[in-house]
C-alpha cells in the first residue's frame, strides 16, 4: 500500500504516506470493532487507502506538490479518480512494489538498512517486530529507519524500472538485499519461528515479484528465488515435536516440503543459461544435494565441497569456509573437518557465533576428544542468541558425558 | 425485557495500529459475548468525530463542540436487557474503560400497553 501512494504522492511524501496508511488502517479497525472483520480485510484496507488518497489530494491540490512525472494528471478533477483507480489496479501496484524495492535499495544505504527499510515499507513490519526479528531494541531500529527514509525522501523520485541500464546496475544490490531478509529469516537469531518463516515468506515474495518484470528474470534472481525454496522446504524439519531445534543430520526428513523442492529445481533449472555463475547458483546448488538426499550418510558431500570450494572463490567469507569445514569433516572424517576448521582465515570474526566452537565440538567429539569437545560446547552454550539454541547447545554437552557421539551433529 | 441505548462516549483512539488492534479484537469478544447471550438488538456503528452541528430558529450551522469535546459519542448500540442494573451490568465489560471512555446507558422510551 505504501509502495503505491508513494508513487502518487512522491517519495519526498513519504511521512504523507505513512500517515495516509496508518489513519486507513485505524479507521478500519473502528469499523471492525462494531461490525466485524470482512472477508477480504486487505481490498478493504486498500480500497480505504484508495478514498482517503483521492480526498488529500482534492483538498492539497494546491499546497503541494506531488509525484512529478504524474503531476498534471492529478491536478485536473478530470483525469485524478481515473489515474489513482489506475495505479490501485494489481499490475500496477506489482510494478509500484518493485520501483520501491529497487529506492529502498539506495546506494547510500548500508546493507542492513535496506532491508529494515524493505521490511518496513513493503512488507508491513512495524518497528517492534523488525525490532524482534533483529534481535534489536525499538530505538534502536526506529533511529535507523528515521535515517533511511530521510535518505530515500530526499532522492526526490522513485527508482525509475523502466531504464534497463540503471535497473541492472541497481539489481545485484536488491539481490544481496533479498538474499539477506531470507537468511535472516532463515538463520538469524530471532526465537520466534513465526516471525521467522515470515521473514522467508515476504523474501520469496517479494523475489517472485522481481521474477516477472523481463528485466528482473536475470539467471541470477532465478538461482536466488531456487535457493529460497530449496531452503525453505526444509524449514518444516527444523523443530522437532517438542519444538526444540534439531540440526541437518537428526531432522525427520519426511517432514520436507516436496512441492516447495521441486520448484526450487524447477527455478535452479531456470537458472542454469548464459555464462553468469552467481554466489546464489552455488548456494542453490548445495541446497539441492541436501534436498536430495535420502539422509545425512546418504548426501553427496564430495559434490557440497566441491560447490564450496567455488563459492570460496567468488565469496570468500568466515561462515562460507565454516560450513565447508564441516562437509570437509562429512567427506573425510574429523581430523579433516579440524584441520580445516583451525586453518579458517579471518576466524575471529566468527568470535561470536556459536556455531564456530560448536563445529570444533562436534568434530572433536567424533574424534573421541569429549573434554575438549565439553569446552567447546560450553563457549558456544555462553554464545547462543536465544533459547532455542541454549537449549540445543546443552543437548550436545549432555551427549559428551554420556558419549552418544556421532549421533546428532551440529549445523 | 426492554430496549437500551450504549452511548460510547470520550476514551482514545488507539495510538498506535497495535493497541488498536488490541482493541479491535477485545471489543469485537466483548459485543461477540453479549450477542451469544441474546443481548444484541443492533451491533451499532462507529461515528466520525466530526460532523455539524443545526441549532436555533435561525437553523445556523456550525462544526459543533465536536473535534475538542473529550466526551464526544464515538459510537452506539442498542442492546436488550431486563431492566436498567442488567443494562449496567452488560456495560461494564465494555474495553472503552481501559482508554479513559464512559459507556451512557439509556433506555429507550416505551408507551406502557
Known amino acids: 500500500m505504501t509502495a503505491v501512494l508513494t508513487r502518487i504522492f512522491g517519495v519526498h511524501n513519504l511521512a504523507l504516506v505513512e500517515d495516509v496508511v496508518q489513519d486507513a488502517f485505524l479507521r478500519a479497525l473502528e469499523v471492525w470493532k ?40 492529478l491536478e485536473s478533477e478530470w483525469t485524478l479518480v481515473p ?33 529494515v527499510l524493505i521490511l518496513h515499507i513493503l512488507c508491513g513490519f512495524s518497528v517492534d517486530e523488525i525490532a524482534g526479528a533483529f534481535v534489536s531494541s525499538h530505538a534502536a531500529i526506529e533511529k535507523r529507519l528515521t535515517r533511511a527514509k530521510k535518505v530515500l525522501a530526499g ?60 528485466l528482473g528474470a536475470t539467471p541470477a534472481t532465478h538461482a536466488l528465488a531456487a535457493l529460497m525454496h530449496l531452503h525453505a522446504a526444509r ?44 554466489e546464489y547458483h552455488i548456494e542453490a546448488g548445495i541446497a539441492a544435494v541436501h534436498d536430495s ?8 558431500w564430495a ?14 567469507s568466515p561462515v562460507v569456509a565454516l560450513n565447508r569445514a564441516v562437509a570437509v569433516g562429512e567427506l573425510e572424517g574429523p581430523k579433516r573437518g579440524l584441520e580445516e576448521l583451525h586453518a579458517i582465515a579471518d576466524a575471529e570474526r566468527l568470535a561470536d557465533y556459536p556455531f564456530y566452537p560448536a563445529a570444533l565440538g562436534e568434530m572433536e567429539l567424533r574424534s573421541g576428544q569429549r573434554e575438549v569437545a565439553r569446552g567447546h560446547f560450553r563457549a558456544a552454550l555462553a554464545l547462543a542468541r536465544n533459547p532455542m539454541e541454549r537449549e540445543f547447545f546443552e543437548r550436545r554437552l549432555e551427549a559428551c558425558q554420556v558419549g552418544k557421539a556421532g549421533k546428532a551433529r551440529a549445523r | 425485557m426492554s430496549e437500551f441505548v450504549f452511548l460510547y462516549r470520550g476514551g482514545e483512539r488507539g495510538r498506535s495500529p497495535e493497541q488498536a488492534q488490541q482493541m ?43 473535534a475538542e469535546a473529550k466526551d464526544v459519542v464515538g459510537g452506539y448500540t442498542l442492546v436488550e436487557a431486563r431492566d436498567i442494573d442488567q443494562a449496567v ?7 472503552i474503560f481501559e482508554v479513559d471512555g464512559a459507556v451512557e446507558v439509556r433506555p429507550v422510551m416505551k408507551l406502557g400497553v
Open chain 1, 235 to 278: 524449514l518444516p524439519g527444523r523443530l522437532d515435536a517438542s519444538g526444540n531445534l534439531s540440526s541437518l543430520f537428526e531432522q525427520d526428513r519426511s517432514k520436507w516440503d516436496a512441492k516447495l523442492a521441486e520448484e526450487g529445481q524447477r527455478l535452479l533449472n531456470l537458472s542454469a543459461t548464459g555464462t553468469e555463475l552467481s
Open chain 2, 89 to 95: 451490568e452488560l456495560s461494564k465489560g465494555c474495553p
Open chain 2, 24 to 66: 479491535m479484537q477485545k471489543w469485537g469478544a466483548w459485543l461477540k459475548g453479549l450477542g451469544e447471550k441474546g443481548h444484541i438488538r443492533d451491533q451499532g456503528q462507529p461515528l466520525e468525530r466530526a460532523g455539524k452541528l443545526v441549532k436555533g430558529k435561525q437553523k445556523t450551522v456550525t462544526d459543533g463542540p465536536f
Open chain 1, 293 to 300: 538426499a535420502k539422509s545425512a550418510q546418504d548426501t553427496n
Open chain 1, 34 to 73: 462494531f461490525r466485524g472483520i470482512p472477508e477480504n480485510p486487505s481490498a478493504w484496507l486498500m480500497a480505504a487507502a484508495k478514498n482517503r488518497a483521492v480526498d488529500l489530494l482534492r483538498r492539497e491540490r494546491t499546497a503541494r506538490t506531488y509525484a512529478p512525472e504524474l503531476g498534471r494528471l
Open chain 1, 83 to 115: 489515474t489513482v483507480q489506475e495505479l490501485f489496479s494489481p499490475h500496477s501496484i506489482k510494478d509500484d512494489e518493485l520501483r520501491m524495492m529497487f529506492s529502498c535499495c539506495h546506494a547510500r544505504l548500508a546493507e542492513e538498512a535496506q532491508i
Open chain 1, 303 to 316: 559434490a557440497i565441497v566441491s560447490m564450496y570450494d567455488m563459492l570460496m572463490k567468488i565469496r570468500p
Open chain 1, 155 to 214: 532522492s526526490k523520485r522513485l527508482f525509475e524500472i523502466a531504464n534497463s541500464d540503471d535497473f541492472a546496475a541497481r539489481l545485484p544490490t536488491v539481490q544481496r538485499a533479498l538474499y539477506l531478509l531470507f537468511n535472516e529469516g532463515y538463520h538469524g537469531a530471532s526465537a520466534e519461528s513465526s516471525v521467522r518463516a515470515e521473514l522467508c515468506q515476504e523474501a520469496i515474495r517479494l523475489t517472485t515479484i522481481l521474477m516477472t518484470h523481463p
